[in-house]
């Protein structure tokens, strides 16, 4: 049974920094690409960041440019996002994903189940 499980977030003041982890269990995890999405209320869930298990990645927003990394640690079947001189807006519910296969593509690509339970993230200024 796949499980992916999301730890990390909470409140951070404008600038700070904030590490997110998601680990998954029950696949071969270099079979698959990884992402992280969010949603901030109101709007619609957008991706952020996708890496391959080979380290290639995707930004699919230009808001966390410069600001946001993505890694991963396949001995550790984790994925992270190392949140740095956040903003407000970067308040929402973080979501971990796991891909159909080792390409970053868009949420339809994702495994239906196999998102994270999420967490929130708020940013104060």
């Known amino acids: 049974q796949v499980k992916v499980m999301q730890s990390g977030g909470g409140q951070v003041q404008a600038g700070g920094s904030l590490r997110l982890s998601c680990t998954t269990f029950?696949?071969?995890?270099?079979?698959?690409?990884m992402g992280w999405f969010r949603q901030a209320p109101g709007k619609e869930r957008e991706g952020v960041l996708c890496i391959t298990s080979q380290g290639r990645i995707t930004e699919y927003t230009d808001s966390v440019k410069g600001r946001f990394t993505i890694s991963r640690d396949n001995a550790k079947n984790t994925l992270y996002l190392q949140m740095n001189n956040t903003e407000p807006g970067d308040t929402a519910m973080y979501y971990c994903?796991?891909?159909?296969?080792?390409?970053?593509?868009?949420?339809?690509?994702?495994?239906?189940?196999?998102w994270g339970q999420g967490t929130q993230v708020t940013g104060f200024s």
């Open positions: 029950g696949v071969t995890y270099i079979d698959y690409a």
């Open positions: 994903a796991m891909f159909l296969d080792d390409y970053c593509r868009g949420a339809e690509a994702v495994r239906a189940p196999d």
